[in-house]
């Protein structure tokens, strides 16, 4: 390495930048956190039944199989947008009743097919998780995944 | 070994190996799910296994980041660790907090968030054992000789114990969930991590090719530099699609092409050290080891890194198995290669023997890079057709999964290899053979 930098110079170079980076950075995380609780997603139909969803959610540790957002396992489908799959759209109830039917008919049992656990959920669990499934396909994403397909 | 207080090192390496055992031997567990999926579905479901594999691997390379630094830390302070009845407490509360996380885990008994399932008490005990840890190296290095080795280690150190507070944080709403559970998860292995790896391969490379202290040292500061200077803002490439804003898809883009960067200047700095230093130290594994982590780290985490992270690629690749076969590379090549090369360093000084079963070390290391390397590529190709099927296509998930059987396949026999290197390695440093040194060359005419 050349002669032109000594050593002090490029520890002093390390400190320095450093810091300006992650001020930088925490600046932007600042930004961010306002932009996604007043912009991206639905602070006010954030509900309590939404917050307990998610704690099934995390409680069953659904991420080490599915992902979120992307976010997750890749062994089992992508969830962030399974409402919009199912149709909740257009048709709330119908969704609803075909995520609780599915979600109950665990494992499949199919020979050569990933199973998904019996997690048996009561009715008042199925309905939170699918409150926070719906509340996060609202989340604005930028678009994301290309497709239906998650 | 020069100070009696390094020994704690011993016990921390061995606890490693334990865990390093199991957490390959989840992953084979969980590869062979994919072939199988009926396999353990009722009794063991496959995100348990998963939990497993993913804890183990980040408790252990932890353990092994403490080890190295209870090694490390008083060879360049020259001086006793403060306190080795601190550095045995420590151990106890990380074995009983990981012992019972683990069990736990298999019984179902967890947080539930990626990577961050510990239990409550186990993240507290946690952040305990690294308060005990942070005081006692401190108080060593500050009583001692003060290096820039020990003074990167111990920064990055410190950004381990920091930054994993913001696991303690756990918001009802899933996109600020998200932004500051990559607090932890990207600031570790993209950030602070990365200083530790670069101080360990800096005091091996001091060890391994007696090149001047001042050379090396001023590498490392800039090597540092570049790693937090991309890193920090790096962490915008995760910041794409959770309902953050969209400025960080050109953020993130920009400073994660510049990750490439301390990845690259770590290969150089090896092979440069390795050419300019004179010394033939017997220890060829360790080398061997200290080459193949900083050459890998680039690939795994910087090449493979690379291809998927600019935002108008990761809109199509983001949670395919892409991300696996990079998560795979990045792991072993940085993490698990750099502790495997302090162990093969320092076992034989903290055992009082000679580098013993330097060529069975060194068949472990093929086997598992190559098994690696294999098992990056089938997972590369299975992304990409996942890619086009699913996110191009839009054909669903599952009837997709259904079309890489056959990478899925190949994937599970590079595992075995994986799986037979480690055995390899675990043995090749713990069990003395035979004296298999090799001898200095003759200099070529």
């Known amino acids: 390495m050349s002669e032109a930098l000594t050593k002090s110079q490029a520890r002093n170079i390390f400190y320095g930048g450093s810091l300006f980076f992650l001020a930088v950075f925490v600046a932007l995380t600042v930004h961010s956190h306002h932009y996604i609780v007043n912009k991206s997603t639905d602070s006010a139909g954030l509900t309590e039944a939404v917050a307990r969803g998610k704690g099934i959610w995390e409680k069953h540790s ?72 719906e509340w996060t396909s609202r989340i604005d994403t930028q678009g994301w995944p290309p497709n239906e397909a998650g | 070994m020069k100070y009696e207080s390094q020994k704690v090192a011993y016990y921390y390496i061995l606890a490693a190996l334990i865990l390093f055992a199991a957490q390959v031997t989840f992953g084979l567990v969980a590869g062979y799910i994919y072939v199988d999926p009926n396999f353990l579905s009722e009794t063991l479901p496959f995100n348990r296994v998963r ?6 691997l980040i408790v252990w390379l932890l353990l092994g980041f403490f080890g190295a630094a209870y090694y490390l830390i008083p060879d360049e302070a020259e001086r006793d660790i403060h306190s080795p009845l601190l550095a045995y407490v420590q151990l106890a509360i990380l074995l009983i907090g990981g012992a019972g996380a683990v069990i736990g885990y298999l019984f179902g008994i967890h947080e539930g968030r990626e990577f961050l399932e510990q239990p409550l008490w186990v993240k507290i005990g946690i952040v305990v054992a690294a308060l005990i840890f942070l005081f006692n190296v401190t108080m060593t290095f500050l009583k001692g000789r003060k290096t820039a080795i020990s003074n990167v280690l111990l920064l990055g150190l410190w950004g381990v114990a920091l930054f994993f507070l913001f696991a303690l944080y756990n918001p009802h709403n899933l996109g600020l969930d998200k932004l500051y559970w990559w607090y932890v998860v990207h600031i570790w292995v993209e950030g602070v991590w990365e200083l530790v790896m670069a101080a360990i391969l800096a005091y091996l490379m001091l060890k391994l090719t007696g090149v001047d202290r001042e050379v090396i040292e001023k590498w490392l500061y800039v090597i540092v530099a570049t790693a937090l200077f991309s890193g920090l803002l790096g962490t915008g490439h995760h910041y794409y699609w959770i309902g953050t804003p969209a400025y960080w898809q050109w953020v993130g883009s920009v400073f994660s092409v510049l990750e490439v960067v301390p990845f690259f200047l770590m290969v150089i700095f090896v092979f440069a050290m390795v050419w300019k230093g004179g010394r033939d130290h017997p220890n060829k594994a360790a080398l061997l080891w200290a080459l193949g982590c900083a050459t890998l780290a680039f690939f795994g985490a910087g090449v493979w890194g690379f291809m998927h992270t600019l935002s108008v690629i990761n809109y199509y690749t983001h949670g395919t198995q892409v991300t696996a076969a990079h998560g795979h590379l990045a792991f ?28 069975l070390n060194m ?18 190709f299975a992304g990409v057709v996942q890619t086009h099927l699913q996110r191009v296509n839009g054909e669903y998930f599952m009837d997709v999964q259904e079309q890489l059987h056959l990478f899925y396949l190949m994937r599970l026999g590079s595992g075995v290899v994986v799986v037979l290197g480690a055995l390899v390695f675990i043995y090749a440093v713990l069990v003395p053979r035979s004296r298999e040194l090799i001898a200095a060359q003759q200099p070529a005419e």
Request: net charge negative.
């Open chain 1, 62 to 133: 659904c991420i080490n199989c599915h992902t979120i957002l992307g976010e997750g396992a890749y062994f089992a489908p992508e969830v962030g947008n399974v409402w919009v799959r199912y149709g909740g759209r257009d048709d709330p109830e119908g969704a609803r009743e075909a995520l609780k039917v599915w979600m109950q008919s665990q494992p499949s049992g199919v020979e050569g097919r990933r199973q998904m656990p019996q997690f048996n959920l009561t009715d008042q669990e199925l309905n939170d998780l699918i409150d926070f499934l």
């Open chain 2, 51 to 56: 939990m497993v594999h993913t804890s183990s």
């Open chain 2, 332 to 359: 072993f090549g940085a993490y698990v290669s750099l502790n495997l090369a302090i162990f093969t360093y320092a076992m034989p000084y903290l055992l009082g023997r000679e580098p013993y079963n330097q060529v």
């Open chain 2, 363 to 380: 068949v472990s290391f093929w086997l598992m890079s190559g098994g690696m390397a294999f098992m990056t590529f089938t997972l590369t």
